[in-house]
């Protein structure tokens, strides 16, 4: 079922595990520091907060963390004020996750798809439609462990492994090694710095984190920050910033994390 079908509850909780991936990339830490032993892989809904979004704490210490997506595609759009224009291969995983096939088998454990794209020798490029059709019929070969059953052009194979949340589908595309353009890390945390004051009068708590999720679409390397000679400002910034620390994570993928400021 998606989720524009499920009700406003249904979508709350799909909200907080959708955050529990951004996060659990944390917990390691949260649990070195608090002394606990909580598990990163099973979201537990009694650490689920509103502003911050997560607090965990033990008898003596508490820590608050807020998560906030960075979509700097979307944002560098918005600065050439202008409609944001979605690539060719975003379109094609954003148009399969509407797949009544995928929807089918994903409705009790979701899935995250790679592709590998084919490069055609004609020079006309399919549709958007033909495309999805090729990674519809890939997904059958490989639930039903049969052979493929229509030529492709477009797509050479697919990845699939199981994984929470949501379904993930994404190109497996050297893009991947683009950095992270500073501005839009700045922008993300000038945003929840307005908003500090509020989670200390919603929930007190010793530290306050922020996690930056980068969402896998964006093609960006998490760990590769572009400063554009702003070095010394950005070191500055974040010196000044409320949080007792920031990092950047991917929503879904893996333990990888890039701690940008760390606690005293």
Known sequence: MSVQNTSKEEQQQY?????????????????ECLQLNIDPETYDDKYSRESPDFVFSNNDKSIGVEVVECYPSVRKCKTKNAVEQESFEKKICNEFKKNKYLETITETEKLNIIIYRKYPKKKKRGTVQEVCHELEDLLRSW???????????YISYIRVSKTTCC??????????????????????????????????????????????????????NMNIID??????ESMNFLSQCSFSRICITPDLLGRNINWIKEGD
């Open 143 to 153: 639930y039903q462990k049969t052979n493929p059953q229509s030529e492709r052009n």
């Open 15 to 31: 909200k907080k595990k959708k955050e529990w991936n951004a996060i659990k990339n944390c917990i390691p830490l949260i649990n």
């Open 167 to 220: 379904n993930v589908i994404y190109f497996n595309s050297a893009s991947r090694c683009i950095p992270v353009n500073w501005d839009d890390i700045k922008f993300c945390i000038e945003k929840k710095e307005k908003k500090y004051k509020d989670y200390c009068e919603n929930v007190k708590c010793d530290e306050y984190w922020l996690c930056i999720c980068l969402p896998i679409e964006e093609n960006r």
């Open 227 to 232: 400063y554009n000679g702003k070095e010394n």
